[in-house]
């Protein structure tokens, strides 16, 4: 099969340099395996650390010289009896056109009607994400007043519309550029879209949310973290989801956490894959959402392996509005 392969640890910002598209022989499927062609696979912020050599994400680092993975959705061409050919499964090696793909570290996706490649977006990771973070990590509680950043993307637009659906009184979100600050009133829902780029976020949040902040779904860090303390209230807590923004020149100081402890306020830090346990209750949930209208899931999709990369570039740089997605055949 094609697969991508990381062929240079990027020194700084990572490029097209970095990867090439090689043959990547077969192994022959045993039988506790099945032979995956892959339809779609998932475009992840994570991967940008597992480029790198730190340990600064919570899985592996890439090889050089070998296969990129991560999430992907294909269906069964070569199966056996319990997964049989044609039968759905989302696994985590993506980045390539087939896969043989272990049973047990696969999940069968039963698509309920609905559009294959939401498993792998509102369905599937990252809605789950969102999920975890306003139920488990931080509960969510009716009336609050929520505050997401990064809220135009995959995690992000979940989670805006998740709060309001869970009896938030009012959701913030905070997106780059005017088009993508328009999309949150109007596409998706949220009370107020603030462009990060127009103006400093600690100006905005002090403008848009006077009475403070109640729960703060953080996707960026750094100068949104800090902005978001500066306008919690008392016992206001923060679910600090991920950090897409850090490392990078302009990371503010972080005697700013001093607002944490004058505010008595809960930094809550979670990894989705602790919390299996909801899964179930989180895919009845948004199945029914989205089966109702209620729910907007947007994605961004280019196609082909060939445009893989462009596309992990591309999202890094906010080329994306909801989930970005691959499309392999
Ligand atoms: P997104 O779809 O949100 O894509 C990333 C977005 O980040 C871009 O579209 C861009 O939007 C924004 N961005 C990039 N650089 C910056 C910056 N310097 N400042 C502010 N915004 C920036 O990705 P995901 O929804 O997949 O992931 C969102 C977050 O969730 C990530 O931090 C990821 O690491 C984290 N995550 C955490 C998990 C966990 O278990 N804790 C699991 C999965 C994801 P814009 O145009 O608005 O700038």
Not at 235 to 250: F, H, T, W, Y
Request: with cysteine.
């Amino acid at each position: 099969t094609r697969a991508v392969f990381l062929s240079e640890r990027p020194s700084g910002d990572p490029g097209p340099q970095n990867f090439e598209i090689r043959d990547l022989p077969l192994a022959e499927r045993t039988a506790d395996q099945v032979l995956v062609r892959n339809l779609f696979m998932s475009v992840d912020p994570s991967m940008r650390g597992r480029l790198a050599t730190s340990e600064m994400h919570y899985t592996t680092n890439f090889q050089v010289d070998a296969p990129l993975d991560g999430s992907a959705l294909g269906v069964v061409v070569d199966g056996t009896e319990d997964v049989p050919a044609g039968s759905y499964v989302r696994h985590r090696l993506g980045w390539r056109e087939h896969a043989v793909v272990d049973i047990a570290a696969a999940t069968v996706i039963e698509p309920r009607g609905i559009d294959l490649h939401h498993w792998l977006g509102v369905l599937g990771q990252t809605g789950f994400t969102a999920y975890v973070g306003l139920v488990r990590a931080v509960g969510l509680r009716t009336g609050d007043t929520v505050f997401v950043s990064a809220a135009a993307g995959a995690v992000g637009s979940a989670a805006g519309q998740f709060a309001k659906l869970l009896g938030a009184s009012r959701v913030l979100g905070s997106a780059g550029g005017p088009d993508k600050a328009a999309l949150l009133t109007e596409r998706f829902g949220f009370d107020d879209g603030i462009d990060y780029r127009e103006r400093p976020i600690g100006d905005a949040l002090r403008a848009f949310a006077p009475d403070g902040i109640d729960l703060y779904f953080d996707n960026v860090g750094g100068d949104h973290l800090v902005a978001a303390l500066a306008s919690m209230n008392q016992r206001g807590r923060v679910a600090l989801c991920g950090m897409i923004s850090n490392g990078g020149p302009d990371s503010p100081p972080m005697d700013h956490l001093m607002n944490a402890i004058l505010k008595r306020i809960t930094l809550q830090g979670f990894i989705v894959r602790d919390h299996e346990d909801l899964r179930p209750e989180f895919e009845d949930q948004v199945a029914e959402w989205l089966a109702s209208g209620r729910l907007i899931a947007e994605s961004t999709i280019h196609d082909g392996l060939d445009n893989a990369v462009d596309a992990f570039l591309s999202m890094l740089g906010g080329g994306n509005v909801g989930k970005m997605l691959v499309r392999l055949s």
